[in-house]
């Protein structure tokens, strides 16, 4: 079952590899993105990183929506960590498996917007978050779960 999508730069850190692990009762995170199956240092830097008590899987995004589509990861309770919009978007194309997206941690860069106090998005993220809206997802920003989520189409450009 899963139990949040999430896109977050950081991908595991203390907010997502304890507050939210903990206020979902997440026992598994999957990890959907291109570019930490390039990078044996950040996926390194992710299993030392994860909870103890916490199955990590780190996929590419289409073996990550192929695993959704099958069925495979049905028995856990699932947190799914997208580094960016762009690889959200592209999972979100590939399955029907989630309708729900949570906007993290996104950092600054010059060609950007500011959303939220840390959610920057840049045109084509935008563009794409109004793609998936179009198409019925529910998008909320949400740094922890203490916080309250806000509806991304209330603060959107």
Not at 74 to 85: A, H, N, R, T
Not at 115 to 140: C, F, M, P, Q, R
């Amino acid at each position: 079952m899963i139990k949040l999508v999430r896109v977050d730069h950081r991908l595991i850190h203390g907010q997502v590899g304890f507050s939210w692990t903990k206020f979902l009762e997440a026992n598994c995170i999957l990890i959907a993105s291109d570019e930490i199956m390039k990078d044996d240092l950040k996926m390194t830097a992710m299993k030392m990183a994860k909870p103890n008590d916490v199955k990590l899987v780190m996929k590419s995004i289409d073996d990550s929506a192929q695993a959704l589509n099958s069925g495979v990861t049905d028995k856990y309770k699932l947190l799914i960590l997208c580094e960016s919009v762009e690889d959200v978007y592209r999972l979100a194309k590939k399955t029907n498996t989630f309708k729900k997206i949570n906007l993290g941690g996104m950092k600054n860069r010059e060609d950007r917007k500011q959303l939220s106090k840390a959610v920057h998005l840049s045109t084509e993220d935008i563009e794409k978050i109004h793609d998936l809206i179009n198409d019925g997802y529910e998008i909320n920003v949400q740094l922890v779960p203490d916080d309250v989520a806000t509806d991304v189409q209330k603060i959107l450009p």
